[in-house]
């Protein structure tokens, strides 16, 4: 008797669990973003690229107040391989940074380290090419981490603050569950997660498809 007691507490045990998967496999929905490579420039480095007192232009508006810009300029590796007609978003920042994906950092030749959005100490050196001179970043190439961006609001209702890091499931037929999908918050965000061509690629997702957040690390 007692080790039918043991198998039926087990299984009680295993059907909680299951039961509890079930509840949290559907967190939250995201709309997904795919980002392609792109750049942020100071207004200095602004002007080397497009001349004296040159101002962004804007394509696109863009949430928490960034924009696509119409001005786009050519990527140049170490080993003197290139990207053309890369996108520049604005409004300018204090320092430069280019992001760009893993494929891409192979393309060029460079060693782009995988980092969030801003952190770019040490990461890899890259030069730009614009219509009216060139630039050569010391460091600010990266490979952008994913991350979800959402409002105070939003992550209350999930349970989740700036700074957590999340599991999502996302795709069909090629899908997959990506681990360390850092949470940023904000008002001024929209609801999306952000991944960049390799990770969509990988995972036949495209853009204004829907991701599920199912558990938080």
């Known amino acids: 008797m007692d080790g039918w007691g043991s198998v039926e ?18 967190l939250m929905s995201v ?31 863009l949430m928490g107040g960034q924009f696509a810009a119409n001005e786009q ?23 430069s940074q280019v992001e760009i994906s893993a494929t891409d950092a192979r393309t060029l030749g460079v ?14 050196p890259i030069a730009l090419v ?17 991350h979800i961006h959402m409002t105070p609001a939003q992550a209350s209702a ?3 603050q700036d700074g957590d890091y999340v599991s999502v499931r996302m795709g069909n037929e090629r899908g997959a569950v990506l681990d360390n999908v850092k949470i940023r918050v904000d008002e001024s965000f929209s609801l999306e997660m ?15 498809d829907f991701a599920r957040i199912i558990r938080k690390m």
């Not at 060693?111 to 890899?124: E, F, H, I, N, V």
């Not at 614009?130 to 994913?146: D, F, M, Q, S």
């Open 9 to 26: 507490q087990i299984t009680r045990m295993v059907l909680q669990t299951i039961e509890e998967s079930k509840k949290n496999e559907n």
């Open 194 to 208: 952000h991944i960049d061509t390799d990770e969509a690629n990988a995972c036949q997702v495209k853009q204004d």
């Open 158 to 160: 999930a349970s989740l």
């Open 111 to 124: 060693k782009a380290p995988l980092r969030q959005s801003g952190d770019t100490a040490g990461s890899a």
């Open 31 to 61: 709309p997904v973003g795919v980002s392609a490579r792109h750049i942020h420039l100071t207004q200095a480095d602004v002007e080397t690229l497009f001349g004296a007192g040159y101002q962004l232009t804007k394509k696109k508006d």
């Open 73 to 95: 300029c050519t990527l140049v590796g170490l080993k003197l391989r290139a990207i053309e007609n890369v996108r520049i978003l604005g409004p300018v920042r204090s320092k």
């Open 130 to 146: 614009g219509p009216k001179g060139v630039l050569y970043l010391k460091e600010g190439c990266i490979v952008a981490a994913r």
